[in-house]
């Protein structure tokens, strides 16, 4: 079993910046840890990829935060980050926290509100 612990959701006014924390009760750098990424779900909608890193580095973005969004990892506090910049009210959404340990494991989720 893997714990995922997100933090750092809010509301924002639009044009501002969040940063997204993820805490993995396991190292998101062992062999069996092959992903770590965020996904999102808004209201009435089916949740969506946002940003992705695999193992190795490789990263993903949607392209609606391409330019927007970063990800990034600490493999030492196994932790994986997502800074979030001009935000837009389309962004508000709960962000999920999912790692590829072999299995899907997910976070709880934050909820994020951008006011326009």
């Known amino acids: 079993q893997v714990q995922l612990v997100e933090s750092g959701g809010g509301l924002v006014q639009a044009g501002g910046s969040l940063r997204l924390s993820c805490a993995a009760s396991?190292?998101?750098?062992?062999?069996?840890?092959?992903?770590m990424g965020w996904y999102r779900q808004a209201p009435g909608k089916q949740r969506e990829m946002v940003a992705t890193i695999t193992r190795a580095g490789t990263i993903k973005y949607a392209d609606s935060v391409k330019g927007r969004f970063t990800i990034s990892r600490d493999n030492v506090k196994n932790t994986v980050y997502l800074q979030m910049n001009s935000l837009k009210p389309e962004d508000t959404a709960v962000y999920y926290c999912n790692g590829r340990f072999g299995d899907d494991y997910w976070g709880q989720g934050t909820q994020v509100t951008v006011s326009s």
């Open positions: 396991r190292s998101i750098y062992s062999m069996n840890a092959n992903a």
